[in-house]
T-cell receptor, first 114, second 110 residues
Framework: GAVVSQHPSWVICKSGTSVKIECRSL??????MFWYRQFPKQSLMLMAT?????????EQGVEKDKFLINHASLTLSTLTVTSAHPEDSSFYIC??????????FGPGTRLTVL | GQQVMQIPQYQHVQEGEDFTTYCNSS?????IQWYKQRPGGHPVFLIQ?????EVKKQKRLTFQFGEAKKNSSLHITATQTTDVGTYFC??????????FGTGTKLQVIP
């Protein structure tokens, strides 16, 4: 199947700093990517839909000014957590799908904010 | 939107026993996907069901979509330790957007 990578796989940062997470589709072009957040022992919650060349679509309750999404090319979407706080500590996972096909998930990025 | 509920939340079974997780929605679903997430890992696509009453099998796994397209189930026959993980049902909506159910965590005791 298709491969999606994420970088970094884990990051620890101080409260108030910003963190950028990259999501890449390695062997296919993805016009749409998705960003999820998963807290311990909970399900994945969709944060936003990242559209190549246009603004992301955020789910209800997700602050677009705090979670900046940029989908600059057909193979790369980035999520920047701005002014991170301890409550933003979570497992962030991206996914990409071929049209009419299953979604392929990245390995995830574990963010810890001190 | 409302999250799709899954029951049970947790299930411990002895290796060799069967396991079933149920997925329930208050609204009619156009389709439903199933994913497996191993501890510490990311979700891996298992299958997609589209038709009312559809039943699909993958070796020891049997997936079913309800007649009213409001519920679905995953049944594992004769569980093995490799089946350990959390199983999510996930309705897929417009623009391929997938929203995950609450999940069922399966633990298999050797």
């Amino acid at each position: 199947g298709a491969v999606v990578s994420q970088h970094p796989s884990w990051v620890i940062c101080k409260s108030g700093t910003s963190v950028k997470i990259e999501c890449r589709s390695l062997d296919f072009q993805a016009t749409t990517m998705f960003w999820y957040r998963q807290f311990p022992k909970q399900s994945l919650m969709l944060m936003a839909t990242s559209n190549e060349g246009s603004k992301a679509t955020y789910e209800q309750g997700v602050e677009k000014d705090k979670f900046l999404i940029n989908h600059a090319s057909l193979t790369l979407s980035t999520l920047t957590v701005t002014s991170a706080h301890p409550e933003d500590s979570s497992f962030y996972i991206c996914s990409a799908a071929l049209p009419g096909n299953e979604q392929f998930f990245g390995p995830g990025t574990r963010l810890t904010v001190l | 939107g409302q999250q799709v509920m899954q029951i049970p939340q947790y299930q411990h079974v002895q290796e060799g026993e069967d396991f079933t997780t149920y997925c329930n929605s208050s609204t009619t679903l156009s389709n439903i996907q199933w994913y497996k997430q191993r501890p510490g890992g990311h979700p891996v696509f298992l299958i997609q069901l589209v038709k009312s009453g559809e039943v699909k099998k993958q070796k020891r796994l049997t997936f079913q979509f309800g007649e009213a397209k409001k519920n679905s189930s995953l049944h594992i026959t004769a569980t093995q330790t490799t089946d350990v993980g959390t199983y999510f049902c996930a309705p897929s909506g417009g623009y391929q957007k997938v929203t995950f159910g609450t999940g069922t965590k399966l633990q298999v005791i050797p």
